[in-house]
């Protein structure tokens, strides 16, 4: 589904990816871990096109198509759904508004037709109880006065309206205690864990995956892929922690 | 008396060729709110014109004033208001132009005795070559304890030489007052225009949805909030 | 009163109380050489003469004289000044001093001892007094040099042949006039032009004296400059001009700082200053300006309306403002930065308190020319008495200057309800990329915040000096060290009388 090939990236003037590459097939979760710095965050703002963070050489594939040459709009009505570390704040513009109007910018890139206000509503409510988020809510402008949960519940409650082929969820066990943990836990094996999906997990702890359990773990440091392994390699990693693999 | 010059500080960014057109003006319409009274008022400036409006708030009264300046060539509305004791006055005005539209809004707020409070919000959006301004005066009498005034103040340009003009001023000769004004300029938040692309909307929609979120609130508590806030951002698709 | 000294004498007691009211309140008597009173081409012409100065400024001096004769006194500043009569002054005076001078041994001691009552720094008396470094130990001496003008004249200059090996020229204005025409031809009247405003152009005909410095490229100034403004004959006009030059990749801090005997009359003050700073160049200018604020009625003080300008002129060059404004009974002055160059930035930290019946309409303008500029204004205004107090701001973003930023802070503290805060922030942004913001905010000293520092064991005004302080500390730590400790105490000074 996602192949990443010898992927270099700046932020600014600064080389943050250094070549790496990664595989990712339809029904695989894959986790990504590693010490702060080593450049999580910028390969999921690289892969879904953050303006600022510039590819300088390598390639990326997402179901057959050049995802780079994509605008970051393309990208989401590609399929590719990127959970932010920190949802934006948007005042005034309620959820409802907000994702309506987003999954119908998709479906029309995709040629396929709106959804009316009463096929949404339907599809927002399940999601939203899914995730024990009420309507008042959804009602609400987005992420604004949410608390750190709050917000990254809601990102799951997109996820599930939006139901994208990709999610790469970057630090979105953060911020959450031990039952908001499990809640998006299952939320996203709900959401996620399909034979035509696929999954790229960004995350420091392996806590997250005792909920989410992955098929592949890499480790990334200093912008590449230093080891790649199954679950256990998660748990090694809590153990030793990073300074013992980079060695 | 002849027309404004800009040396005129009320004028000094105005668009003089049309207020020499529209020049004499008529006198400014006279609101007296009575002690206890309350007050509200929607003006909607879509057509090019001067509104001068001279507000005394009686004791313990209250006034509230909506804007929407968005037409004509240039567009003003200058409020002069007198707050009595406990007063209380609210501005919710926004602008939005394009073209070579030039948009003001002038206020006058004098707190002239004790205890009344007031509070303007005023945001600009503007496009093209057009300019906007807000000259606001909030002026607190020697007497005029217990002043409550907030100004706040923000503009968003959409194109480089579209300008933004903004004088929040204070005179305050009472000592125990809270007076504050906050004023920005600046363009659309990238994160958020980045979040909103990432869930798929366009970029020019996401501009809209951003600029919705910029203008939002203003007119809460107008009686006619809905059409404000629709002839606003159907204003607002008109220049995305 | 709770002094334990008992003064029964009527005179003794008015006479103590005088000399309280204002600390720097006495007079020197320096014989001094007057220009014929008066305002005229002839007094413009007797100026250049005593100065030896070449055809060229002459000139220039008559070409603004007739050109201040078309103008009018701008009336747009928060201020209610009676006309003046500049007829009625003297407009240039000198100490007589012996023709020329090398080193400080050879200047008066009468202005030495002037000085020493200003309370000079200790280190900077030893430094003045020749002694090279501390002997005691503690922190290491900063070095400072002191281009001194008395009333109109620069009298003395130190360290000038340290700083001539560095390459750096300190020297009175009317020296460089001499020595280095060409450079100061290039700069002078560039950044505040002749015609910029009515003092200005005042000052062009009639400027007695002032500073000029350049640094070369690359040089970082091996001390701080320094300049102390007195203002000591009575009826005179003080008309400073000083013109700093930094090129390329060079560093200076400059420190002036003034005070003033008391007089009744009203004096009139109208310096120019004017920066450069080339690429790279950084200017740090610091003043503390505390010169005669008139008595607690309102009668005399000094009327200082300055004009200080800095271009911006290199990329990365950077302009910092920082200014103490205790003294004057009016103070009209705007440190301004024009930022034409990409990366440029400019600074204004100010401190202004007014007393009694001062009135000071003082701020900054901002001018963002260049691509990436920034600039920082930080204003506190503290008003007391009858005194008014009027922060004046302009921010402004040409159309071509991508990427620039502002934040501004104007805050207001308010002692008493005789007094006047007042903000005018002007904000003009003509480019979509700018991020200019701004706050102000007005608040007085709580009954909470007395009562905690009182139970402490302050007394009232203990506590409202302390209070200040930390109101202005956000400029106060702008400044240099010492400067610093003078600047606090100042404040503390400037209130006294404004609580109980």
């Known amino acids: 589904m996602l192949q990443i090939n010898n992927l270099h990236a700046n932020v600014g003037d600064k080389p943050i990816l250094k070549g790496l590459t990664l595989s990712l097939n339809a029904g695989e979760i894959h986790a990504i871990m590693g010490p702060n710095g080593a450049g999580k965050s910028t390969l999921g703002y690289v892969l879904s096109g953050r303006p600022g963070y510039e590819v300088t050489e390598g390639s990326v594939t997402f179901n057959g198509q050049d995802l780079l040459a994509l605008e970051p709009h393309e990208r989401a009505a590609a399929g590719l759904f990127l959970g932010f570390q920190y949802p934006v704040e948007i005042p005034g513009v309620s959820n409802v508004q907000f994702l309506r109007e987003a999954l119908n910018a998709q479906r029309k890139y995709r040629g396929e037709a709106p959804l009316t206000g009463g096929e949404f509503l339907k599809v927002a409510r399940e999601q939203a109880g899914a995730l024990g988020m009420d309507m008042d809510m959804l009602k609400r402008p987005v992420n604004v006065g949410f608390s750190g949960g709050e917000k990254k519940r809601n990102e799951m409650v997109q996820m599930g309206i939006i139901d994208p082929a990709l999610a790469i969820l970057d630090e979105t066990d953060s911020g959450l205690d031990i039952d908001a943990l499990r809640t998006v836990g299952d939320g996203i094996n709900r959401i996620m864990r399909k034979p035509d999906k696929a999954v790229l997990l960004i995350t420091h702890y392996q806590r997250l995956l005792d909920y989410v359990k992955p098929d592949f773990v890499h480790v990334l440091a200093d912008g590449r892929i230093t080891r790649t392994g199954g679950a256990d390699l998660a748990l090694e990693l809590e153990r030793d922690g990073y300074k013992e693999l980079a060695a | 008396m002849s027309a404004p010059t800009r040396h005129n500080e009320a004028w000094r960014y105005s668009d003089i060729a049309a207020v020499e057109a529209a020049w004499p003006l008529p006198a400014p319409e006279r609101i007296i709110v009575p002690a206890g009274g309350t007050f509200a008022r929607t003006i909607i400036q879509d057509s090019g014109l001067i509104h001068q409006l001279d507000i005394a708030i009686g004791k313990g009264a209250t006034a509230a004033i909506h804007v929407l300046n968005i037409g004509g060539e240039y567009g003003r509305v200058e409020l002069n208001v007198t707050l009595h004791e406990k007063a209380d006055f609210t501005l919710g005005a926004v602008q939005i132009g394009g073209a070579t539209q030039t948009l003001e809004v002038i206020t006058t707020v004098t707190h002239a005795e004790p205890g009344a409070t007031s509070s303007q919000i005023v945001r600009s959006v503007l496009a093209g070559t057009a300019t906007g301004t807000y000259l606001g005066k909030v002026a607190v009498a020697r007497d005029a304890q217990q002043t409550d005034s907030v100004q706040s103040v923000k503009a968003m340009l959409l194109d480089r030489s579209a300008t933004a003009n903004a004088k929040p001023e204070l005179e305050i000769y009472a000592d125990d007052v809270k007076c504050a004004h906050g004023c920005a300029i600046g363009e659309l938040d990238a994160m958020g225009l980045f979040y909103l692309q990432a869930r798929g909307i366009t970029p020019a929609e996401a501009k809209k949805l951003m600029l919705q979120a910029f203008v939002a609130g203003v007119f809460e508590g107008a009686a006619d909030e809905e059409a404000l806030t629709e002839a606003a951002l159907a204003k607002l698709g008109d220049l995305v | ?500």
Not at chain 3, 194 to 218: K, Q, R, W
Not at chain 3, 489 to 498: V, W
Request: glycine letters at 8%.
């Open chain 3, 1 to 500: 009163m709770t002094d334990d000294i008992e003064i029964k004498d009527k005179a003794a007691w008015d006479a103590a109380e005088k000399v309280a009211d204002y600390e720097h309140g006495w007079s020197s008597d320096i014989e001094t050489d007057f220009a014929p009173k008066g305002l005229n081409e002839d007094t413009v012409r007797f100026i250049s003469a005593k100065k030896n100065e070449p055809e060229w400024m002459l000139e220039w001096r008559l070409k603004a004289f007739a050109m201040w004769k078309t103008m009018e006194a701008p009336d747009w500043a928060k201020l209610n000044v009676p006309p003046i009569d500049y007829q009625d002054a003297y407009y240039y005076a000198a100490p007589k001093a012996k023709p020329k001078l090398n080193s400080l041994d050879e200047v008066d001691p009468e202005i030495l001892r002037v000085y020493e009552k200003l309370g000079i720094p200790i280190a900077e008396q030893k430094l003045l007094a020749g002694v090279e470094g501390g002997e005691d130990g503690g922190l290491p001496q900063r070095r400072v040099a002191v281009d001194a003008v008395f009333d109109s004249v620069s009298v003395a200059t130190t360290f000038r042949a340290e700083l001539e090996r560095a390459g750096v020229i300190f020297r009175s204005i009317s020296e460089a006039i001499k020595e280095y025409p060409d450079l100061v031809r290039k700069y002078l009247g560039k950044i505040v032009p002749m015609h910029d405003n009515y003092f200005a152009t005042l000052n062009c005909a009639v400027f007695s004296d002032g500073t000029f410095v350049y640094i070369p490229e690359g040089v970082r100034c091996p001390m701080e400059l320094s300049t102390y403004f007195r203002i000591n004959a009575e009826n005179t006009g003080q008309f400073e001009r000083t013109l700093i030059v930094a090129d390329k990749g060079s560093y200076v801090s400059y420190l002036e700082g003034c005070t003033a005997p008391m007089r009744d009359e009203n004096q009139l003050h109208a310096a120019v200053v004017e920066l450069v700073a080339l690429d790279d160049a950084e200017i740090k200018y610091s003043t503390v300006q505390n010169w005669y604020p008139g008595d607690a009625e309102g009668k005399g003080g000094i009327y200082n309306f300055v004009t200080k300008r800095a271009l911006c002129q290199g990329r990365n060059s950077k302009v910092s403002w920082t200014q103490v404004e205790t003294g004057s009974a009016v103070t009209w002055k705007y440190p301004s930065c024009v930022l034409n160059g990409e990366n440029s930035v400019g600074e204004f930290y100010s401190v202004a308190v007014t007393n009694n019946h001062q009135q000071a309409d003082t701020g900054t303008k901002m001018i963002h020319n260049g691509k990436g500029s920034r600039s920082t204004i930080v204003s506190k205004g503290i008003s007391a008495g009858h005194s008014n107090n009027t922060y004046r701001g302009l921010v402004r973003v040409a159309p071509n200057a991508e990427g620039v930023r502002n934040f501004t802070q104007c805050d207001s503290l308010l002692l008493g309800s005789l007094s006047g805060a007042h903000t005018v922030p002007y904000i003009e942004v003509r480019n979509p990329s700018a991020q200019i913001e701004h706050e102000a905010t007005t608040s007085k000293i709580s009954d909470d915040q007395m009562f905690y520092a009182m139970a402490r064991g302050l007394n009232a005004e203990e506590a409202v000096a302390l209070i200040v302080n930390g109101f202005a500390k956000e400029v106060l730590q702008q400044l240099p060290m010492e400067f610093a400790v003078e600047a606090q105490k100042l404040l503390g000074i400037s209130l006294e009388g404004s609580v109980g």
